[in-house]
Structures are given as structure tokens and as C-alpha cells.
């Protein structure tokens, strides 16, 4: 798979996906150290087969580890704000929450949720899984997070390449509407031609 | 502003926001050509098995 990548072009992140237990994972970074690959990396302890949810104990155990040994982490974890503080806590460059299940195209399952962490965390909150299509990717930046990182959600549509343009597209413009502020929410009309000196 | 609208991660400085994975993709190419529209800068890669 690594040379399907120009490594010229691009950060490569070794991955722990697959991974159920903080040892593996820690095993499996120092492999990827040893074979030349940065000290950025993205960690993925999984703690459930079918829902591959991450076991955020063991998560947070091997981010606190991988932290000491000099490792720049990216933890994949549950949209929970308490996991989050203490991998940032921890060390950990960034967090990364996810949306939904990994793979299953759900979209942003809690946004609440997303934005208290956004809100309550000083690292950047990256939403790793569960972004399915561009209008997802757009409100995951709309509610104020950093980046996106998916990849079922190109690599499944019908035109993976196609798709990727459209994630790119609303990620920027989901950014630009976070920044621009979005107005409020009104439960009534509020007409948007003037009412005043019209003919009577 | 686009062009300053930067993040930082550690010391790297980021354009893109959006980091793609390479898994599951019909061939190298449309791997290379997905990650290109995409403009991620970022990719991970599972690494155990794999390497």
C-alpha cells in the first residue's frame, strides 16, 4: 500500500487500526519507528469487532506510554468530552473523535457532543469515522473542528475520485461558514426585503 | 484569508483539512487520483501486517 503513496507528497501517519490491546499498538508503532516512518502517528485501539469502537482505557494507556517514548499522537477515540481532556492531558497532539462507526457512512451521530469537546479541549479535534458524504464533512466543520480524516466515504462512492473533490469543496466551505458565523436560528420569518418606504 | 487559514499540528504547519486513508480503493491509481482531488496533505496507513 505504501507505494501506491509518493511519499514526497504527502505525511504518512502509521496506523494501529486492527489493533485490540495498548501492547500491539505500542509493538506495532515501534515497528513502524524502526522501519524509518515518523513519530507522528495515528492511534487505534479497537475494543468491539462488530461496532469497532475504540476501548478508550486502553487508549488513553498507550497514548500516555507512546507520549513518554517521544511519539507525536493522534488518538482515534469516542465522542466522549472526559476520553478527549485526558488524551489531550496526556500529551496527545490533537484528538480525534469519531462521528459515527468506522466505515459505516452514518454522518455526525452526535454533534452536541463534537461541539462540547470542541469547546472544552485546547488541542485540535480532528472527527476520524463515520463522515459518509460532502454534506457530513461540512457539518463537522461548521460546528468548529480542525480537520476531517476519512476514507470509506471516498473510497466507496461510485466515483471515488469524484467524491474526493466533493469532500475537499465542503470541508472548505463547512470552514468558511464557521468562520463567517452562521446567523441565528428563528422559529419565525423575519422578511428579508425591506418593509419600510414602500408606495402605499 | 484562504491562503492564511492555516492549522498547526506540532510543529507542522497544515493548508488542507482533511486527511484521507488509502484502504479499500479498486487500484493504485484511483488510490493516487482520490488522494490528489482530495488536497490532503495527511494520509494514514495501517502498518503491522502491511509493511
Redesign the interface.
Given at each position: 500500500?505504501?507505494?501506491?503513496?509518493?511519499r514526497s507528497k504527502?505525511?504518512?501517519?502509521?496506523?494501529?487500526?486492527?489493533?485490540y490491546t495498548a501492547d500491539e499498538a505500542i509493538r506495532?508503532?515501534h515497528?513502524?519507528r524502526e522501519?524509518g516512518?515518523d513519530e507522528?502517528v495515528?492511534l487505534e485501539v479497537i475494543g468491539d469487532p462488530k461496532t469497532l469502537f475504540p476501548d478508550n482505557t486502553a487508549t488513553v494507556e498507550a497514548a500516555i506510554r507512546l507520549v513518554k517514548e517521544g511519539f507525536?499522537v493522534?488518538p482515534y477515540c469516542s465522542d466522549d468530552l472526559v476520553t478527549c481532556k485526558r488524551l489531550a492531558d496526556a500529551g496527545c497532539?490533537?484528538v480525534m473523535p469519531l462521528a459515527a462507526p468506522i466505515g459505516s457512512g452514518l454522518g455526525i451521530r452526535n454533534p452536541h457532543n463534537i461541539r462540547l469537546i470542541i469547546e472544552n479541549v485546547s488541542v485540535?479535534v480532528?472527527v476520524d469515522a463515520g463522515v459518509g458524504t460532502a454534506s457530513d464533512?461540512a457539518i463537522a466543520?461548521e460546528l468548529g473542528c480542525?480537520?476531517?480524516?476519512?476514507?470509506?466515504g471516498?473510497?466507496?462512492a461510485q466515483k471515488?475520485?469524484?467524491?474526493?473533490?466533493a469532500?475537499?469543496l465542503a470541508?472548505?466551505g463547512g470552514?468558511k461558514a464557521f468562520?463567517a458565523g452562521r446567523m441565528p436560528r428563528r422559529d419565525y420569518a423575519n422578511a428579508s426585503s425591506p418593509t419600510a418606504g414602500l408606495i402605499e | 484569508?484562504?491562503a492564511s487559514?492555516t492549522?498547526?499540528?506540532?510543529d507542522?504547519t497544515?493548508t488542507?483539512?482533511?486527511?484521507?486513508?488509502?484502504?479499500?480503493?479498486?487500484s493504485?491509481d484511483?488510490?493516487?487520483?482520490?488522494?490528489?482531488?482530495?488536497?490532503?496533505?495527511?494520509?494514514?496507513?495501517?502498518?503491522?501486517?502491511?509493511?
Open positions: 500500500m505504501l507505494s501506491a503513496i509518493d504527502y505525511i504518512l501517519l502509521p496506523n494501529t487500526a486492527g489493533c506495532t508503532l515497528l513502524a522501519l516512518m507522528l495515528k507525536k493522534l497532539l490533537a485540535p480532528i464533512a466543520m480542525t480537520a476531517i480524516l476519512m476514507n470509506t471516498i473510497a466507496a471515488p475520485v469524484l467524491m474526493a473533490e469532500m475537499r470541508v472548505d470552514r468562520l | 484569508m484562504t487559514d492549522w498547526q499540528l506540532g507542522r497544515l488542507s483539512r482533511i486527511i484521507v486513508g488509502t484502504g479499500k480503493y479498486a493504485n484511483e488510490t493516487r487520483d482520490a488522494l490528489a482531488a482530495s488536497g490532503t496533505e495527511m494520509s494514514p496507513s495501517r502498518c503491522g501486517a502491511s509493511i
